[in-house]
């Protein structure tokens, strides 16, 4: 299957040119003609992820993880839910992390991302993760006083080289031990986000998806563009890659991220396990008795 698109061209490199993200594009010309097309297409991503998931869960040797970050009303949840929606439910879990509770806040930041990474053999999905404590708590500092840091460094920014260096460590460290993991930036433009809060105003249905506080964060928009600069040139690695996927067009996105996960799964080479010799002899024997059962 192919897309006009590859999706090295919005991989971030962690060598040479550091990241722009004024260089980074929001949209892309359209790569389907018709939305019977894009059905077509997105279906036939799900299927190919289904296939190797299930080889990937019998399999039982490494998981995957997806990481998803974006600013408000960037599309995370729909493009998990399109993306993910032909997989086995039991071999796929999704996290959504907020604001930290008392006990997360009793134990470092990567303490409650740990608590829920996938076992071998499935997938997992973080939307939102422990990146939030070098986006959102580097736009808002005043949120490390919850946190009660034990040896906090004089400098705030210190703090936050510090934390983003642990994360490669991190993410090194899982890579290691048989977690893939990918991460995605859903780069949406500041007017289509304008556009996506208006819609959720005017539709009673999308009501409930508005928060004010949305609203207000977008006065913050140069900030959280400058963090998600940093965090993004500091933490693109061949172990665990950035992907700043253009966001305007939801539907783009959604294929974008199918066609970079069957890629990944496809790398990961999943195969259904072979049975030893001993227990293909035994198998014979059931087969033989179940075949001379009466009915």
Known sequence: ?????????????????????????????????????????????????????????????????????AMDAAGKDSTIEHVMSGVNPQGVVVHSFKKPTERELDHDFLWRVT??????????????????????????????????????PQSV?????????????????????????????????????RARFLQRLNEPEKNWKFNAGDVRERGHWDAYMEAYQEALRATSKPWAP????????????????????????????PHYPASPEDERARFAEMKALLETEAP
């Open 1 to 69: 299957m192919k897309i006009s698109l590859n999706p090295k061209d919005f991989r971030i490199r962690g060598d040479g040119k550091p990241f722009r993200i004024d260089r980074a594009r929001t949209s892309v010309p359209a790569c389907y003609k018709s939305k019977k097309e894009y059905e077509k297409l997105i279906g036939e991503f799900r299927s190919e992820i289904h296939e190797l998931q299930e080889k990937m869960f019998a399999q039982d040797r490494c998981a995957l993880l997806l990481v998803f970050q």
């Open 115 to 152: 608590r829920k990474l996938p076992e071998r053999g499935r997938i997992g999905v973080f939307n939102r993760s422990h990146y939030e404590e070098v986006l959102v708590v580097r736009v808002h500092p005043e949120y490390l006083d919850a946190q009660r840091l034990p040896n906090r």
């Open 157 to 193: 920014e210190e703090l936050f080289e510090q934390r983003l260096e642990s994360i490669v460590d991190y993410e090194r460290h899982l890579a290691r031990n048989g977690m893939c993991v990918v991460k995605f930036w859903l780069n949406v433009s500041r007017e289509e986000q």
């Open 242 to 269: 950035w992907y700043a996927i253009p966001a305007d067009s939801k539907s783009f996105a959604r294929l974008e991220v199918a066609k970079i996960l069957v890629e990944t799964l496809e790398r990961l080479d």
